[in-house]
């Protein structure tokens, strides 16, 4: 962690907290030489992480919090965790969507950031129960003038409705009829945990009701999540993996999960400047996706056709 002077507090407690998750615990000195900042920076950022309830303070630095299986972070809490990560994973992400098409974004701060990335795709239609997806496409789209209307190509958004989370999705039997009538090209998932042994999980048993209506809705599903979703198991598993088309992940992620993710996903795609190859995206098999028309990817070893179909959709 060289050359950090200059970052901000909250890339740099991102860095802290990735410090702890992967060593197990970090001392105050060994922060402060690492991070090139004083004792003071580094407790402040430290009372930080703490009141987010993300690392436990202990005698000289701090160790990481054993989460519960129900603990759900709220968004802003969640929207300091790997922000890097997820504007890889987004821009990635976003580069599969192609123009007209109807998609989905479930609730999530990456999807969060996959919404940013998409304002400028003409034609959209937006299924989301996110509260801060449809915000994103909404404040977007102002009257050019009075009365002008909105701007030309502005995505068409459908807000499901329902009961709110702390992550401010919406879920519930609001959102779960909601979604019951409708059927989309791409769903784009955001999600508490990832493992091999139960799949894609949430703390909230609402939300995983929902994310099933999502999945079965959806022709294509491309579930977005940083290194540290993996290995986590949450209250409810909703998804196995054979049910993932694509897990777009950032270049965090060992090669110990990457074997084992692609053992089980049909497709992988690793994102930012330290995955493998000439500085793209990786997929399963090391080719990087032909998506530079905003397309999503043709069919491959590593990344399927989002013509393929799913059943039911």
Excluded: C
């Amino acid at each position: 962690m060289s050359d950090n002077q200059n970052l901000l507090a909250e890339q740099r407690r991102a860095l802290i907290l990735d410090e702890v998750r992967r060593r197990g615990g970090v001392r105050v000195n060994e922060l402060t030489r690492r991070l090139n900042v004083s004792d003071m920076t580094v407790r402040r950022d430290l009372d930080a992480l703490a009141r987010q309830g993300v690392v436990e303070k202990v005698h000289g630095g701090a160790v990481p919090v054993a989460e519960a299986r129900t603990h759900e972070p709220g968004f802003e809490a969640k929207s300091a965790l790997e922000p890097g990560a997820k504007e890889d994973i987004a821009r990635v992400a976003a580069a599969m969507v192609a123009p007209g098409t109807a998609i989905a974004l479930s609730g999530g701060t990456t999807t969060y950031a996959v919404a940013r990335r998409l304002l400028d795709v003409p034609g959209l239609t937006v299924v989301t129960n996110s509260v801060r997806v449809a915000d994103v496409f909404h404040t977007a789209a102002p009257a050019r003038e009075p009365g002008a209307g909105a701007r030309p190509g502005a995505a068409a958004v459908v807000l499901t409705g329902g009961v709110r989370t702390p992550s401010d999705a919406l879920v519930g039997p609001v959102a779960d009829q909601a979604i019951g009538s409708l059927h989309f090209d791409v769903l784009f998932l955001g999600v508490h945990g990832v493992s091999v042994e139960a799949g894609l999980s949430t703390p909230n048993l609402a939300e995983a009701e929902t994310n099933r209506r999502l999945i079965r809705a959806a022709r294509r599903v491309v579930v977005v999540a940083d290194h540290t979703k993996w290995g986590k198991v949450a209250l409810s598993s909703f998804a196995r993996l054979e049910d993932v088309d694509t897990l777009v992940t950032d270049s965090g992620v060992s090669d110990e999960v990457r074997t084992a993710m692609a053992e089980h996903l049909p497709g992988l795609v690793v994102a930012g400047r330290g995955a493998p190859g000439a500085g793209g995206p990786e997929t399963g098999n090391g080719a990087v996706p032909e998506a530079g028309n905003g397309a999503v990817p043709e069919a491959g070893p590593a990344v399927s056709a989002a013509g393929a179909g799913r059943a039911g959709a």
